[in-house]
């Protein structure tokens, strides 16, 4: 779990963005941009809203917007409310007389029913086969889609012990990119995201913490970069 508004907030002065700019290329208003930052979604309309703009805000800062919309619904939408009864137009008296009603029809048609049958049974004799049931044909089991594994989100901290080139890309070699540039000496940059890659020019001087959990970039970030998720660091190859 993190705190959405909090990682909303940094990325955007992080990236040194001010309000007007995203609300002209998101077409989000600078209040709702400010609700979601505050994580005061009282202030928007309606769960759907929150939903559309969480995603839309942190897909334009470079994060997974899909991230943030599934910790909103984990801690936040509870459920829909069951709709209120409807009151009945009729009067107690009304509503019996009909009941009244359906009952003697329904036990008429059972007995015609079954005057029928005990006819048609008479007719064709004791001796008679009876007729073997028609096979059904049973209906095709659904095939069970197995459900894709759940990604775990990762927090990761990159440090600087010394001036360093750093590049981070989401999800792979390929990805978007969040950053690129060179840190100095105690220099620290958060960031939220399912998966990860890492390329740094000087992999010793650079210190990362996944979830909290302190990791040792190998020598392999400087000539293929490395994967990082919630689970730990795996060497890749591109750039």
Excluded: C
Excluded at 51 to 74: C, H, I, Q
Excluded at 172 to 179: A, H, I
Excluded at 188 to 203: E, G, L, Q, T, V
């Amino acid at each position: 779990m993190f705190e959405i508004g909090n990682s909303l907030r940094e990325a955007r002065i992080r990236q040194g963005l001010d309000y007007q700019e995203i609300e002209q290329a998101t077409k989000v208003r600078v209040r709702y941009l400010r609700a979601l930052e505050d994580e005061e979604f009282s202030v928007l309309p309606a769960s759907t809203y929150v939903k559309g703009f969480l995603r839309t805000y942190a897909d334009y800062l470079g994060l997974d917007g899909g991230l943030y919309v599934d910790e909103y619904n984990s801690r936040y939408v509870i459920g829909e409310e069951e709709p209120p009864l409807r009151r009945a137009s009729m009067t107690t008296h009304q509503h019996r007389r009909v009941e009244s009603r359906v009952v003697v029809i329904a036990l008429a048609a059972i007995a015609i029913v079954t005057a029928l049958v005990i006819a048609a049974f008479k007719s064709t004799g004791s001796g008679s086969n009876t007729p073997s049931a028609s096979t059904q044909t049973l209906p095709k089991h659904k095939k069970h889609h197995a459900k894709k594994p759940t990604v775990a989100p990762a927090t990761l901290i990159v440090t600087a012990t010394s001036p360093t080139y750093v590049k981070l890309r989401l999800a792979s070699p390929s990805g978007k990119q969040v950053f690129a540039g060179t840190l100095d000496t105690g220099q620290s940059h958060r960031w939220y995201a399912k998966r990860f890659w890492i390329a740094a020019s000087d992999p010793a001087a650079v210190r990362v913490s996944v979830n909290g959990h302190p990791r040792r970039l190998p020598a392999a970030a400087k000539r293929v970069g490395v994967l990082v998720t919630a689970s730990g660091l795996k060497a890749s190859s591109g750039a």
